[in-house]
Each structure stands twice: as structure tokens, then as C-alpha cells.
Antibody
């Protein structure tokens, strides 16, 4: 079965750090862009970051730039999100998603076709 | 960042109704837009990408259209399992941005 499973969520104090993992099964991660999306309690979806299959291209939303680091280990079929200097505004469910990146030359489109179940991150003292 | 604005929000409808959700971008995004459905407590689910391409396995009652700044998601005949929140997402520029969501409620 093709699936993504997040882990590493939990309660952390303001200013603290946490690392989320997203492990793929049923497919090889190395050919896919991967993305993190978060959702604060009762709020909408927010795109956080993405990374190319070989790790050569990375982008972040402004609110996490310099604090969060997306990375991947294709040998372990895993994606990561290192989160530092956390604040209450980072409290959310964090989803990882596979991007099958449909291309109709010369344009390519994000296509988030597989999602994990989400990992809750709570930043509170 | 490109702002995505959805309307209406929320939307009240009955089973069998034809439902249309609109998403407007703050600038031209060609057809770089997807639609996602989210049920409470669940991960989002891909419905449509490149504005009008239906993802495999998604019922044909869902359709998408539009280009430039104005896009629509249409459900031709609302089914009980379609009561959920729908989000548009632009992938024209970084950072990617979602609309605020449209909750489809039972009338």
C-alpha cells in the first residue's frame, strides 16, 4: 500500500525545537518532490515548504524561513522537518504530501496526491 | 505572496444540488491551480489539478474550470459524502498559497 506516515509531533515549549519525520512505504521517495503543509486548530491549510527529489531545490513560506529546515534521506525513504525557535503560532497539525508533479511541457504542476495522516505540534509553556 | 480568495464561505446545500465554489487569485496564475477536499479530522484529498484535470478515482460529478485569475469547482449533484471543506491551491509562484476554504454544509 502506498502511504506516508508522520512521526515526531508533541508538546514543546516556546523557543524549543522539534523534528518531524515522514516515512514512505509502497513507493520510492527519490523521484518525487515532497511538501509539508500545516493546519492550525480550526483554521485553513498553509503550505510550509517543499524539496525536490534529489534535494537540490528547496522553498519555504516566509513565516518559517530561517527557523525550519526541510530535508530528506532517500536511502531511508524519509522526509524531515526540523523546526527551531518555535512559537505558539506554529501550533498545528503538520502533513507531509507527495507531489507527483504533472508536466505538460513546458509547464509543470504541483499535484499532492498522497498525504500522511498528520502530526500534531503544540507549542505551549 | 499571491492571495487566493474563495467564495462563498460557508455554502449551504442539499443532496442532489449543483454546487459551484469560486476561487479568485490576486494576480494571473495561468491554470496553475488545484482543488482539495478535506473532511473533519482527515488529511486533504486531491480532486483536480492544472485547473481542470480530474485526479484518477475522483467521481466525475466533480469538475474544475478557469484560467488567469478566476476558477470554479463544480459538483454536479451533491452526495452525502461531499459535505466537507474545499480548498484551492495556486502553484504558479512560491510560496504556494491556499484559499481560506469553503465549507459545504447541509441545508
Amino acid at each position: 500500500e502506498v502511504q506516508l506516515v508522520e512521526s515526531g509531533g508533541g508538546l514543546v515549549q516556546p523557543g524549543g525545537s522539534l523534528r518531524l519525520s515522514c516515512t514512505a512505504s509502497g513507493f520510492s521517495l527519490n523521484t518525487y518532490w515532497m511538501t509539508w503543509v500545516r493546519q492550525a486548530p480550526g483554521k485553513g491549510l498553509e503550505w510550509v515548504a517543499n524539496i525536490k527529489g534529489d534535494g537540490s531545490k528547496i522553498s519555504y513560506v516566509d513565516s518559517v524561513e530561517g527557523r525550519f529546515t526541510i530535508s530528506r534521506d532517500n536511502a531511508k525513504n524519509s522526509l524531515y522537518l526540523q523546526m527551531n525557535s518555535l512559537s505558539a503560532e506554529d501550533t498545528a497539525v503538520y502533513f507531509c504530501a507527495r507531489d507527483k508533479n504533472y508536466c505538460n511541457s513546458p509547464v509543470c504542476y504541483d499535484v499532492f496526491d498522497i498525504w500522511g495522516q498528520g502530526a500534531m505540534v503544540t507549542v505551549s509553556s | 505572496a499571491i492571495q487566493m480568495t474563495q467564495s462563498p464561505s460557508p455554502l449551504s446545500a442539499s443532496v442532489g444540488d449543483r454546487v459551484t465554489i469560486t476561487c479568485r487569485a490576486s494576480q494571473d496564475i495561468r491554470n496553475d491551480l488545484g482543488w482539495y477536499q478535506q473532511r473533519p479530522g482527515k488529511a486533504p484529498k486531491l480532486l483536480i489539478y492544472a485547473a481542470s484535470i480530474l485526479e484518477g478515482g475522483v467521481p466525475s460529478r466533480f469538475s474544475g474550470s478557469g484560467s488567469g485569475t478566476d476558477f470554479t469547482l463544480t459538483i454536479s449533484s451533491l452526495q452525502p459524502e461531499d459535505f466537507a471543506t474545499y480548498y484551492c491551491l495556486q502553484d504558479y509562484k512560491y510560496p504556494r498559497t491556499f484559499g481560506q476554504g469553503t465549507k459545504v454544509e447541509i441545508k
